[in-house]
């Protein structure tokens, strides 16, 4: 897969309050999107996120981070509740694949032609970068 361009300025974003900022420098200007049980749960629907070289993050002090799994955590604002690392989408972004499209539900429907990743597939690729699940 090629990479996406990376965007020339710095992209930046906040809670829903405020508290906490978030900047990423060099962003990929594309996202991954993940449609497991997981995130649905996390965040209502399906997570899309975005990668950069560098990230910058102010409030650290309201931010209240959840270990989800063995791998991962998820952060969000402790005082409005919002998910962070989400919500930085500059119109034009395309996505760089979906994984976990067999859990998404019904009531949505993939429209976008990009890479797509079953469960099985995700989970066998994850192992193979050297993550276990027990
Ligand atoms: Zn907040
Ligand atoms: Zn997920």
Known sequence: MSE??????PVTGHCLCGAVTITVTAMQAEVDVCHCAMCQRWGGAFFAGVKGEGVTVAGEEAITAYRSSEWAE???????????????LPPGFGIER?????????????????????????????MAA???FD
């Open 4 to 9: 996406a361009p990376r965007l020339a300025e």
């Open 74 to 88: 998820r952060a969000f604002c402790g005082t409005c509740g919002s998910n962070l690392w989400y919500g930085f």
């Open 98 to 126: 979906q994984i976990f499209v067999d859990e998404k539900p019904d009531w949505y429907d993939i429209a976008q032609d990009s890479p797509m990743m079953t469960a099985e597939q995700t989970v066998a690729e994850a």
């Open 130 to 132: 050297g993550f276990s």
